[in-house]
């Protein structure tokens, strides 16, 4: 093939690899992920698509190593994105301020002390004890309507001392990285 052709190829590739990344980084900027991995991803699409094109018309890559450039790349985007997404889903939630309290005993949650954390879409509860949170889910409509909460479904809870996420439907666990 003449290297015009060739270099069609690889712009189509390249296009793939743009859409990739900007998938990649609407998807997170959604999920409200680091700022870092947006900035990531960013330059690894924009730098992949010219450096990738422009060194084969150059002469300093061959064919076969600009499409294996091209697709570690796109590869190198989806796992910084799935990385992104993991460590967002286990990152701890927001410390407990001076007025938070338990959402079925009215007890001033303490930040230094054990406290659990129900997850509801957006919306986090405290509570001093996991009877609380038990009981909270259990009589969850209840709750609702006596604090006036506009809350989504529960899906996952977070405890203090463990800084471990406990999934409600499956078992899974996430350990959180950072504080
Ligand atoms: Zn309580």
Redesign the pocket.
């Known amino acids: 093939m003449e290297k015009q052709e060739l270099s069609h190829i690889l712009v189509i590739l390249a296009g793939l690899l743009r859409a990739v990344g900007i998938a990649c980084m609407i998807a997170l900027i959604f999920m409200g992920a680091r700022l870092r991995y947006i900035f990531l991803i960013a330059l690894l699409t924009v730098g992949g698509i010219f450096t990738t094109v422009l060194s084969f018309l150059l002469g300093i890559l061959s064919f076969t190593h600009a499409v294996i450039y091209e697709v570690v790349v796109i590869f190198i985007n989806v796992l910084v994105f799935f990385h992104a997404y993991r460590e967002k889903k286990n990152l701890p939630p927001p410390k407990p301020s001076e007025t938070t309290r338990?959402?079925?005993?009215?007890?001033y949650i303490k930040p230094n002390q054990e406290y659990f954390v129900l997850r509801c879409g957006e919306n986090y509860l405290y509570?001093?004890?996991e009877?609380?949170l038990k009981r909270f889910l259990e009589n969850i409509e209840e709750y609702k309507k006596f604090r006036n909460l506009q809350i989504k479904e529960p899906e996952c809870y977070y405890i203090h001392s463990k800084r471990i996420w406990v999934d409600l439907k499956q078992k899974e666990v996430g350990v959180s990285k950072s504080n």
Do not use: L, P, R, Y
């Not at 338990?102 to 007890?107: G, K, L, R, W």
């Open positions: 338990c959402v079925v005993c009215s007890a509570f001093d004890t009877e609380h």
